[in-house]
């Protein structure tokens, strides 16, 4: 079983920066994708980020030149660096994991969401 605990989530005035943490645990054997997603209310939850294994990355167009995703193997992290950030930037931030675990079973893990408010 994996954990996920995300961190670095708060409220921000328009333009500011924030930057989201998401710490797995557990039964890894070989991470694959990482990524970041949000959802606000009365919406599906969207892709806001991906990283592949091998640093490949991919945006949402709504948030390309402002976020920027990446990761820490060694520490079984990803990051979400958010600048110049908006208003309708405001939602919960789930990081999401795709793995390998030590029965070599890919499996995918949620993290508990973490709020981020854009507001003056």
């Known amino acids: 079983q994996v954990q996920l605990v995300e961190s670095g989530g708060g409220l921000v005035q328009p333009g500011g920066s924030l930057r989201l943490s998401c710490a797995a645990s557990?039964?890894?054997?070989?991470?694959?994708?990482m990524g970041w997603y949000r959802q606000t209310p009365g919406k599906q939850r969207e892709l806001v980020a991906v990283?592949?294994?091998?640093?490949?990355?991919n945006y949402a167009t709504s948030v390309k030149g402002r976020f920027t995703i990446s990761r820490d193997n060694a520490k079984n992290t990803v990051y979400l660096q958010m600048n110049s950030l908006k208003p309708e930037d405001t939602a919960v931030y789930y990081c999401?994991?795709?793995?390998?675990?030590?029965?070599?079973?890919?499996?995918?893990?949620w993290g508990q969401g973490t709020q981020v408010t854009v507001s003056s």
């Open positions: 999401n994991l795709d793995y390998l675990d030590y029965r070599l079973r890919t499996l995918a893990s």
């Open positions: 557990g039964s890894i054997f070989r991470l694959n994708a």
């Open positions: 990283i592949g294994s091998g640093g490949d990355t």
